[in-house]
């Protein structure tokens, strides 16, 4: 069985418009004490925006963390409070500008949990109808449509790196809804 750390104290040392992290002191198996920096975040959605013909809809943005442009998956955090499928629907609509009628869950997991709570929910969205992008200021995305294949072969060649979009894409893929 595991050895389950009891939290001894516990403070806020950093909050931005993101996520915040909280410094806990724990006690250790050992009977000892150690820090654990835990990145706090209200979690988010992905969407697998499929069109008529099976395409899926990517986007390419510029992300600072890694200094490079990234090909990834529609996706969005949650608003606090926010169920993930209005989150899914919401961040769509925004991002890309699709409105989708069909939004269905897909598969929930978190995406590094040993120093974060982020929960992430991946949803297949259909019968989408085009509108008008909601960017926020900061933002610039470019949505590009992709076959199937093409993006499991990317995936495979190792040039998609971003892991829920690998996530999303494989499993849409293994489960048969692309």
Request: net charge negative.
């Amino acid at each position: 069985m595991a050895y389950e750390e009891k939290t001894l104290s516990s403070q806020i040392v950093y909050e931005g418009p993101v996520f915040r992290v909280r410094k806990h002191i724990v006690n250790t198996v050992d009977g000892g004490e150690s820090v654990r920096d835990i990145v706090e975040h209200s979690g988010g959605a992905i969407m697998v925006a499929v069109s008529p013909d099976g395409k899926v809809l990517m986007e390419k943005q510029y992300r600072k963390s890694l200094e490079c442009e990234m090909l990834e998956l529609p996706a969005g955090k949650a608003d606090p409070g926010e169920n993930p499928e209005t989150t899914a629907s919401r961040e769509l609509a925004e991002e890309t500008g699709y409105i989708a009628g069909d939004v269905r869950h897909l598969v929930s997991f978190y995406p590094t949990c040993g120093y974060s709570n982020e929960y992430l929910h991946i949803y297949i969205c259909r019968d989408l109808t085009a509108g008008e992008k909601h960017l926020d200021r900061d933002e610039c995305i470019d949505l590009k449509w992709f076959e199937a294949d093409e993006l499991v072969d990317l995936i495979m060649k190792g040039e998609i790196k971003d892991s829920k979009t690998i996530i999303g894409i494989l499993f849409a893929r293994q489960s048969g809804e692309i």
